[in-house]
């Protein structure tokens, strides 16, 4: 178990095994959806991927093929999948225009982490391709609606590497302090994503970023987060700090158990549920 908290004002606090790495896999999620709004705006991502909580498991197609013609939100893997049909390169050179190879998605994620260490993990990679049946068939099932247009095995294969990468909770937490930053990273003072994008994503963060355990996590802890069967869950503080953590437990909805509770005492002790009016600071 490690956790991280990075703070605006350039503090940083840290214990446990905050330097372990792990693969990021849905909190990848959040950082595909910042590429595709800061790339192809707002009105043609939500045109294909709508922004409700599903209620359903993350890997559900119930909704997606009874409830809905396009998927409820980007944090559940239709909608993930969808994303990253949008972002990785077409067939053609001359489509190949504003897409990204999984090396441009790479270096992204190194850049907005800052850890130039981030990279595939092939063993985990090999071996989520080896059992993804059901990814396919959802993206398949995408395709039959159109809301994707590139070929499905391309598209699952961009989407599984970029849930491969490998990352700590001392990346999570740099990321995190840049969406609580409003997107300008504070150790080089350069904007590196739009404040209406930044908006967006915690929105989407708070309301969806727990799988079929948002509502209960928002109410209880009230800070936007995304988590990662990868044991790994990025929380952001607005205008106050970025927030990573690694515990590779996880309960039956895949949230990792321990960094639940670690939240959820944090957000109490340091007042940073999103409707709390209490003055926030952190004391030594």
Not at 9 to 18: A, I, K, L, V, Y
Not at 104 to 120: G, N, S, T
Not at 157 to 166: A, D, E, G, L
Not at 210 to 226: H, N, Q, V, W
Request: proline share 2%; charged share 25%; hydrophobic share 40%.
């Amino acid at each position: 178990l490690g956790i991280c908290l990075y703070t605006i004002d350039g503090n940083q606090f840290e214990t446990g095994n905050t330097e372990d790495r792990f693969t990021i896999q849905s909190i990848s999620k959040v950082m595909a959806l910042c590429l595709a709004l800061e790339t192809f705006g707002a009105e043609f991502v939500f045109d294909h991927v709508g922004v409700e909580p599903s209620g359903e498991a993350f890997n559900s197609l119930v909704e997606l093929d009874n409830r809905s013609n396009r998927p409820f939100n980007p944090m559940i893997n239709s909608g993930a999948i969808a994303v990253a049909s949008f972002i990785e390169p077409k067939v053609s050179f001359e489509e190949m225009v504003n897409h990204y190879s999984i090396e441009d998605m790479q270096k992204y994620m190194q850049e907005v982490c800052e850890d130039p260490e981030i990279a595939i993990d092939e063993a985990v990679f090999q071996s989520e391709m080896a059992t993804c049946a059901r990814n396919k068939a959802i993206a398949y099932l995408l395709k039959s609606k159109d809301i994707i247009d590139t070929d499905v095995e391309e598209s699952v294969t961009f989407y599984t590497k970029m849930c491969s990468m490998s990352v700590n909770a001392r990346d999570l937490a740099r990321f995190g302090l840049l969406l609580a930053n409003d997107g300008v990273q504070l150790s080089t003072g350069k904007r590196l994503i739009s404040s209406q994008t930044v908006r967006m994503v915690q929105t989407i963060m708070l309301t969806c970023g727990m799988y079929d355990g948002s509502g209960e996590f928002a109410l209880r802890t009230g800070i936007p987060t995304k988590s990662g069967v990868g044991g790994g869950l990025l929380s952001v503080s607005k205008k106050k700090m970025g927030i990573g953590i690694y515990g590779p437990s996880l309960d039956k909805k895949g949230n990792c158990i321990a960094g639940c509770e670690l939240l959820g005492y944090i957000s109490e002790a340091l007042h940073l549920h999103i409707f709390d009016t209490r003055e926030w600071k952190v004391e030594e």
